[in-house]
């Protein structure tokens, strides 16, 4: 796997948060020495406009995984509105 391939990435409108995060992760775990800002900013790119990213806007996470922990909140909201 390279930066393209994780750069190329984006959330489609019927994919779940939980979902695209897994493949997000999935993916970049391959990626040799990837600079954890730059994952930041992949992941930033490639969620669809919703809710979570008008969050993310507003404050911006500094690091991936402070952007993990506040999209817990969004996938129980997200898996909790499908029911």
């Not at 939980?18 to 954890?36: A, D, E, T, Y």
């Not at 500094?62 to 506040?70: A, N």
Request: glycine residues 4%; positive net charge; proline residues 4%.
């Amino acid at each position: 796997m390279t930066l393209t391939a994780l750069a190329s990435l984006q959330q489609s409108d019927d994919e779940s948060l939980r979902k695209f995060m897994h493949r997000f992760g999935s993916i970049s775990v391959w990626i040799k020495n990837l600079n954890p800002e730059v994952a930041l900013h992949s992941m930033l790119l490639a969620l669809r406009p919703g809710k979570f990213i008008g969050s993310l806007c507003k404050k911006a996470p500094k690091s991936i995984d402070e952007l993990r922990k506040r999209a817990k909140g969004y996938l129980l909201m997200e898996e909790m509105s499908r029911l």
